[in-house]
């Protein structure tokens, strides 16, 4: 640390992405990645835009937002975009904690980050048993709300009308509902937008559609909340959406059969690769997500597993210690990726038994 950070920022504990190592290729299963290239028609309109990049992007994201409202049925003025649906949370905790936020006390870490970040009044709300969201316990909260539906590292989704509890009875606060994992057939809250004004979807390029390098995310909200944003984002970086990812981003969606249809191909992979591991002993959470976090059978320290999966060449992901100390979350990747995951396993496995 320099000398010169301000105080209440010196004890910040910043986020910790997956590890992207360049010493080796690995069987990249740690990051919730799309093991699937963007569609044929985003690598033209990205190569067709870069002859452009002499001039700013269109601040205000026109030709993307219409997209994106075409696609959701909503209007262009329900729609915001930023460089990365971590963003627009941002914008969120930046806005509209100030009387406190709740969040899971399993879920996605940027969350406490965030309500460090800008000093905010947190309530980790506990998880139910089997590392469930228990709508019982976020009625009435005084706060506002964020909720990542599938959960962040567990992958379970609450039902959509166990969403909508918790949006009518937190009238007076934002509810955020982070989409991040829906497309991979589990039930958005977009259909509940157009009733509550205090609800924000927030959505992501980065897992179903394949351009996690490209940073987009989007959100869909009330007219006033999406104004509210937009006037923050304006206030920090206007630009922040590149004109190679306004692009991308419009391109996708007019190729969606590729994506929806590659989703298919990861939700079924997904119930494969949970069989395949429940057999070898693994503990998973009934995962809706492109993920599935999975205790290792009895002998098999999770970071050891870790380890040897990485001298492997494969990497899945170690939260360290805390509530998920005994688990790996696995990202679902292509047939052959997941066939080299339940290959390697049992070697792995005896390994890490032995020591
Ligand atoms: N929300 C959740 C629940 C996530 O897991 C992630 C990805 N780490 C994000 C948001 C951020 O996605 P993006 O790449 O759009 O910033």
Redesign the pocket.
């Known amino acids: 640390m320099g000398a010169y950070i301000d105080d209440r920022l010196a004890s910040l504990e910043a986020y910790v ?2 590890e992207q190592p360049r010493d080796r290729e690995y069987i990249k299963l740690n ?2 990645e799309s093991p699937f290239p963007p569609s044929p028609g985003v690598l033209r309109a990205v190569s067709a835009a870069a002859g452009g990049l002499n001039m700013y992007p269109d601040a205000a994201c026109r030709e993307l937002k219409a997209a994106i409202a075409a696609r959701y049925g909503v209007q262009s003025a329900n729609v915001m975009v930023e ?7 941002n914008l969120c905790f930046m806005g509209f904690c100030a009387h406190g936020v709740a969040y899971p006390a399993v ?2 870490g ?1 969350y406490s980050v965030f309500s460090a970040l800008y000093g905010l009044d947190a309530l980790e709300i506990p998880m139910g048993p089997g590392l469930t969201v228990e709508p019982e316990r976020w009625l009435n909260l005084g706060r506002a709300v964020v909720i ?1 539906n599938p ?2 590292q567990t992958g379970i989704a609450l039902p959509v009308p166990d969403i909508e509890r918790i949006v009518a009875a937190n009238p007076d606060r934002l509810v955020v509902v ?1 989409e ?2 829906v497309d991979f057939e589990a039930e958005s809250a977009l259909p509940l937008v157009s009733r509550y004004k205090n609800l924000l979807v ?6 179903s559609r394949s351009l ?1 390098g490209a ?3 989007f959100a869909i909200g009330d007219e006033g909340l999406i104004a509210d944003l937009e006037r923050l984002k304006y206030s920090v970086n206007p630009y922040s959406v590149n004109s190679l990812s306004l692009a991308a981003g419009a391109a996708a969606l007019s190729e969606d059969g590729y994506y929806m249809e590659k989703c298919a191909i990861i939700a079924e992979e997904r119930e494969k690769l949970h069989a395949g591991l429940k057999e070898m002993g693994f503990k998973c959470t009934p995962s809706m997500a492109n993920f599935v976090l999975a205790e290792p059978p009895e002998g098999a320290e999770a970071e050891r597993l870790f380890l040897a999966l990485r001298a492997r060449g494969i990497l899945v992901r170690y939260f360290g210690g805390g509530a998920l100390s005994r688990c790996l979350r696995i990202t679902i990747g292509s047939p052959e990726q997941n066939a080299a995951l339940l290959a390697a396993l049992p070697g792995a496995i005896e390994e890490v038994g032995r020591r």
């Open positions: 992405p997956g990051a919730n460089d990365g649906s971590d963003n627009i949370l879920s996605y940027f990542a959960n962040a982070d991040a994992y927030v959505r992501t390029y980065s897992k996690a940073r987009l995310g």
